[in-house]
C-alpha cells in the first residue's frame, strides 16, 4: 500500500480513537444513561387504581454512574430529589459491581488516548518496537474494545439482574414500596455502543493498511524478515 494512503487510514484512526476517548470522558460523568419509570405499589395498593389512575402513582428514575434525579409519585404530587451514589446510595447499591464499571470507563479512556497516540505515531514515525508497530496498534485497540465491552455488560447486569432502579427508587423510603414499571437506557448507554463500534472500526481500518493480525504469520516468515517486519 503506498505510503499516502497508510498515513492517511493511521490518521482516520487515530481521530476515531481520540473521538472515541472523548466521547467516554464525557459520557462517564453525564447523567443520563438509564430513565426509569416506578410505580408505588402501596399508594395504589390503598386507592385499589386501576388504568388512567395509575398514572397518579407512577414517577420516575434517572441516573448515570454520579448522580441522578428521581421524582415520587404517591397520589398526593410528585416529590423530586438528587441524588449522589457517592456517598449517599453506597450501601444500597452493589457498590463494587458499580465501582468496577466506573475502573473500566477510565480504562477506556486511557487506552483509547493511548491508542490514539500510537496511531498518529505509526502514521508520521517510525515504529521501531512491537507495541510501536504493528503489535501495538492491534494491543490498544483491542483493549480499549474489551473494557468498551466490560462497560455496556456490566453496567446492563446492574440495571436488570441487580434491580437499580428499584434500589433507588426505595432507598430511605420507610412507608411506600416503589417497583419498575418499565425502563430504557438513554443517549450515554448508546455512546458507549458507539465506541465499541468504532474501535471495531479501526481494527478493519488497522487490517486495510496491510498490518497482519498478531500471532498469525509463520514462523518463517518471522525469522525472515526480521527488523524490517516491525517497520512493515
Not at 65 to 76: A, I, M, Y
Amino acid at each position: 500500500m503506498p505510503v499516502r494512503q497508510k498515513q492517511l487510514l493511521f490518521s482516520l484512526s487515530g481521530v476515531l480513537a481520540l473521538t472515541c476517548a472523548l466521547t467516554a470522558a464525557v459520557c462517564t460523568g453525564l447523567p443520563s444513561w438509564t430513565r426509569a419509570t416506578v410505580l408505588c405499589s402501596t399508594g395504589a395498593a390503598l386507592v385499589n387504581a386501576t388504568g388512567p389512575e395509575l398514572e397518579k402513582f407512577l414517577g420516575d428514575v434517572s441516573y448515570g454512574l454520579f448522580t441522578g434525579e428521581r421524582v415520587k409519585q404517591c397520589g398526593l404530587g410528585g416529590r423530586p430529589s438528587r441524588f449522589t451514589f457517592f456517598p449517599d446510595l453506597l450501601s444500597a447499591i452493589p457498590a463494587g459491581l458499580h465501582v468496577s464499571v466506573i475502573c473500566f470507563c477510565g480504562g477506556v479512556i486511557i487506552f483509547s488516548s493511548v491508542a490514539a497516540g500510537f496511531f498518529f505515531f505509526n502514521a508520521f514515525g517510525r515504529p521501531y518496537e512491537t507495541l510501536q508497530g504493528p503489535m501495538g496498534l492491534y494491543l490498544w485497540t483491542g483493549v480499549s474494545c474489551l473494557c468498551t465491552c466490560l462497560v455496556l455488560v456490566l453496567f446492563a447486569s446492574e440495571v436488570k439482574l441487580r434491580h437499580l432502579s428499584s434500589r433507588i427508587a426505595n432507598f430511605n423510603e420507610v412507608h411506600f414500596l416503589f417497583v419498575t414499571h418499565s425502563e430504557r437506557y438513554e443517549r450515554c448507554y448508546w455512546l458507549w455502543l458507539l465506541v465499541l463500534l468504532l474501535h471495531s472500526l479501526n481494527v478493519l481500518l488497522i487490517r486495510l493498511t496491510g498490518v497482519h493480525f498478531p500471532f498469525t504469520q509463520s514462523k518463517g516468515n518471522e525469522q525472515g524478515g526480521g527488523a524490517a517486519d516491525l517497520m512493515y
